[in-house]
């Protein structure tokens, strides 16, 4: 997350680390990646040692750890809504890129009031939303402009 930082940044996305470990235990943590990697951790990273935050979040998962939080992501918009959630288990690291692409995706999503499709990337083609009236449906099946349709209520378009 460290090496992926400005990205987020970028895009006006703050990151917040959290564990039920001690202050202590972080200032550690962020120590040792710092002494073996050369990377600074540039988020803060909240220590809740209690675990309330964790379990308000569901972030402890039965079957994997009754003291150990899984490695969830949280989208939450600027309204304080949580817009996605990632869950990974114990066992498995994060992708950086991917929660890169879903940040991109639900900003953009938002700004062009558009539906993001399977496997998008940035630069790809958006869904424009369904026509809401008949005379809407009539334009798309006459080849509405800037638009290139499946069939009329499935109807892509660039917007890069």
Known sequence: MAKQYNSFKERNAQLIGLSIDSNPSHLAWVYNIYQNTGIQIPFPVIADRDGSIARLYGMIAPGESTTATVRNVYFIDPNQIIRAVLVYPL????????????????QTADREKVAIP??????????????????????????EEGLCCVDWYLCYKDIY
């Open 91 to 106: 066992s498995t690291g994060r992708n950086t890129y991917e929660m890169l692409r879903l940040l991109i995706a639900l």
């Open 118 to 143: 399977a496997n998008w990337l940035p630069g790809d083609p958006v869904v424009v939303p369904p026509p809401q009236t008949y005379d809407e449906l009539l334009r798309r099946l006459e080849g």
